[in-house]
């Protein structure tokens, strides 16, 4: 009996053994910490708020990429890292589609044409130094109405890794004119 209890004592003490992460684990697990995404801000006109939110590049690639292979990962967003993706969320106060013609004066599907071909000239970031970098593509996330909000992702190239941006949009979609998303913050960097 004693000996029994000595077999399970020493299993038991052997895997609470902690195996050390690589860098790379290490940074994952910091950044699945800090969740995914980076600062906010948001702006209310006309019962519209508008957020915008830089995300880190990385939570893209994993996404894609998988967690398998963090090597690959740390190699892809090395390629990458001048990139910038930015999520942009319009939500109507009392939750009501915004694509309707009495927000856009534009019929339900020329508004989602707009969303999803159109929108991106809307959207410019400025650098630090001045630089004007024009959005280089959008993604119109479509929820057929299941969720109260529209959702875009913005593409941006040609931006130091460590640049913060401020991003411009001129709303021509609910004609609430121009908006400044200022990012004060470095986005997260794994």
């Given amino acids: 009996m004693l000996f029994l209890i000595g077999i399970l004592l020493f299993v038991s003490c052997q895997k609470e053994k902690k195996i050390p992460l690589s860098d790379t684990e290490y940074k994952l697990f910091n950044l699945e910490q800090a969740g995914w995404k980076s600062k906010s801000v948001s702006h209310l006109f006309s019962d519209i708020t508008y957020k915008a939110t830089l995300v880190p590049l990385q939570y893209y ?45 534009r019929d339900y599907e020329t508004s989602v ?27 119109f996330e479509r929820n057929f109405k299941v969720t109260p909000f529209k959702r875009l ?28 998303f200022n990012f ?3 986005p997260i960097k794994l």
Avoid at 69 to 87: A, G, T
Avoid at 115 to 136: L, R
């Fill in 153 to 180: 992702l913005l593409h941006f190239g040609n931006i130091p890794e460590e640049e913060n941006i401020k991003l411009i949009y001129q709303d021509n979609l609910f004609g609430n004119g121009l908006m400044k």
């Fill in 184 to 186: 004060k913050e470095t």
């Fill in 113 to 139: 044409k707009y969303m999803s071909f159109y929108i991106e000239k809307d959207f410019k970031a400025i650098t630090q130094k001045g630089d004007t970098v024009n959005c280089s593509g959008v993604t």
């Fill in 61 to 105: 690639i994993l996404k894609n990429e998988g967690n398998r292979d963090l090597e690959k990962i740390d190699s892809v967003y090395e390629s990458l890292k001048n990139e910038r993706i930015i999520e942009v969320e319009f939500q109507q106060e009392k939750e009501d589609d915004l694509l309707k013609d009495i927000y856009t004066n």
